[in-house]
């Protein structure tokens, strides 16, 4: 029962009581020799009164004021509901403050993730889908790492498919097949320059596919690998993002199951038969931007096969693949790439493109290639670069909270022994110092690995956690460090429903923190006191 409440019953009941006391006759209401009193008024008001004592005396006795025992039961009320908030704020709040695989925040504000829950939990009841862009290098590479967080997501808060994909695959994913032929050309803002456009309209998975006259692009749920990724298929939202400019026909043909009637049972009863179907989609509906245009397709199925059929002149910039509601995991792996390269890409096409997409959550995992090459000498370099970074993709979409991870342990042979490289550590510190300069939570790889040498530990695991490189996880070892990145994510989604569920704003959390101060300090202070008296009566 909320203080509120307490109070409002204790009013009610001295109401009751009051008129009790001005109906019942002065004299009482005899019942044979039996006479019943109630109290008046002006006697329960009184600030003192005289009573008999065991031998005969008569003392005063002083009268609770009503007004200062509603205080004391409100204050013990309230002491009862904070001594069973402060355990569990004290659980919450230790994790924060030295859990291994905690979020450094900016200003140590616990609160940073409530604007993106907030939008996950929106997801089902506005049948939106929300994007989370995972944009990392090469550790991300057939979709490792962002598979297992999309699973847990999409586990948690409803949502369906692989998400954004490139119109040309080139390292294929562990969870979704994808295939094309026709006249289609790849071209990255990243790896080599011959593999540059002549432009700088990249789109949000930093490459782009130019069509020029047909083609075919084939999206199909990867079997086998033990079903771990089930929410991977099951596709009913099929997007294209593409240039407004040139000319474009799209076809969408997709597979589902359907129950059809062979025959008839023995006992009478119809026999049925599962098999998939084919069907050509309606014509999707055209949203246009200044620079983008986007083909949706609500599908009246679910499935996990589609085939995506174009002809035109014109730029691919992704094709998005959902469910209905929920939350998506784009996985955007930049081989040997820092990171460096979002301030190149056309701002007012990312833009519209993040708007497109709902991005609420863009994760920045990046560092790894900048540590063989980092020294003193070029840090404060490699500072303003990547604030730069942040900067662009922070202007490209003000209503996207921004995570960066750091760069994982990584190990090299010195004096013939695996040592941890030696930029590692001042990589990490100039990394997390960028991120929460610029408002950004930081995960921290390293620390959440084991710290330095970690990686050589995982190497030798069995299954082996990483490669022989010292540098990559197993994809075993990818799949570990996305369970361990959404077990620390799940804290603090936990976090945000105590609070939402209690009604604890800051000033009744700071309120919560003084109680539990004060309660340590009680129990340190007796705790004292049982130790003298223990050495005064040996």
Request: charged share 25%.
């Amino acid at each position: 029962m909320t203080p509120v409440k307490v109070l409002l019953s204790i009013i009610s009941l001295y109401l009751v009581l009051g008129l009790m006391a001005l109906a019942y006759p002065e004299d009482g209401i005899h019942v044979g020799d039996t006479t019943l009193r109630y109290p008046k008024l002006s006697q329960v008001f009184e600030k003192a009164e005289t009573t008999t004592d065991s031998a005969g005396n008569k003392v005063k006795v002083e009268q609770v004021d009503p007004e200062d025992a509603i205080r004391q039961m409100m204050e013990e009320t309230k002491a009862k509901q904070f001594a069973a908030y402060s355990d569990s704020l004290k659980y919450y709040e230790d994790f924060f403050r030295e859990g291994r695989t905690r979020f450094d925040l900016p200003n140590n504000d616990l609160t940073w993730f409530d604007r993106f829950f907030t939008s996950l939990q929106n997801a089902q009841k506005d049948s939106s889908v929300v994007h989370v862009i995972h944009y990392g290098d090469s550790q991300l590479e057939e979709d490792r790492i962002s598979s297992t967080i999309r699973e847990d997501l999409q586990t948690e808060f409803g949502g369906n498919g692989p998400g954004m994909l490139p119109a040309v695959m080139h390292i294929p994913s562990q969870s979704t097949s994808q295939w094309n032929n026709g006249d289609l050309q790849r071209y990255i803002i990243f790896g080599p320059k011959e593999e540059h456009a002549t432009h700088n309209r990249y789109g949000p998975l930093a490459q782009v596919g130019e069509l020029n006259g047909s083609a075919v692009i084939g999206v199909k749920k990867r079997e086998g690998r033990k079903d771990m990724f089930p929410h991977v298929g099951g596709y009913s939202t099929i997007k294209v993002l593409a240039s407004n400019k040139g000319s474009l026909k799209l076809r969408l043909t997709y597979e589902h199951e359907v129950t059809e009637q062979v025959g008839t049972n023995a006992d009478g009863s119809p026999k049925l038969k599962i098999k998939n179907k084919k069907e050509t989609a309606a014509a999707p509906a055209v949203e246009k931007f200044t620079k983008l245009n986007v083909y949706t397709w609500k599908l009246p199925d679910t499935t996990s096969n589609i085939k995506l059929y174009l002809s035109g002149r014109t730029e691919i910039y992704a094709i998005s693949v959902d469910g209905s509601y929920g939350v998506a995991v784009d996985n955007v792996a930049m081989r040997g790439s820092s990171g460096t390269v979002f301030h190149k890409i056309d701002s007012q096409l990312l833009a519209e493109s993040y708007k497109a997409m709902n991005a609420k959550l863009i994760i920045m995992e990046y560092g790894g290639n900048m540590v063989p090459s980092m020294t003193p000498k070029n840090l404060d370099w490699s500072k303003k670069l990547i604030t730069r970074q942040i900067q662009s993709v922070k202007k490209a979409n003000p209503d996207a909270d921004i995570l960066f991870i750091g760069p994982a342990d990584m190990a090299k042979q010195i004096n013939g022994r695996w040592q941890t490289y030696p930029g590692l550590g001042i990589t990490i510190k100039m990394l997390r110092e960028v991120a929460l300069e610029n408002g950004l939570a930081y995960w921290d790889m390293h620390r959440v690995m084991g710290g330095e040498n970690a990686m050589i530990k995982w190497v030798k695991k069995s299954p082996p956690l990483g490669f022989t490189d010292h540098v990559h996880f197993t994809r075993r070892g990818a799949s570990y460090m996305g369970d361990l990145f959404c077990s620390s994510l799940h804290m603090y989604y936990d976090y945000f429903q105590f609070r939402d569920r209690h009604h604890l704003n800051d000033s009744k959390l700071k309120d919560i923190r003084k109680f539990s101060d004060k309660k340590q300090a009680n129990a340190d202070t007796t705790k004292v006191i049982d130790l003298n008296k223990e050495k005064l009566n040996p």
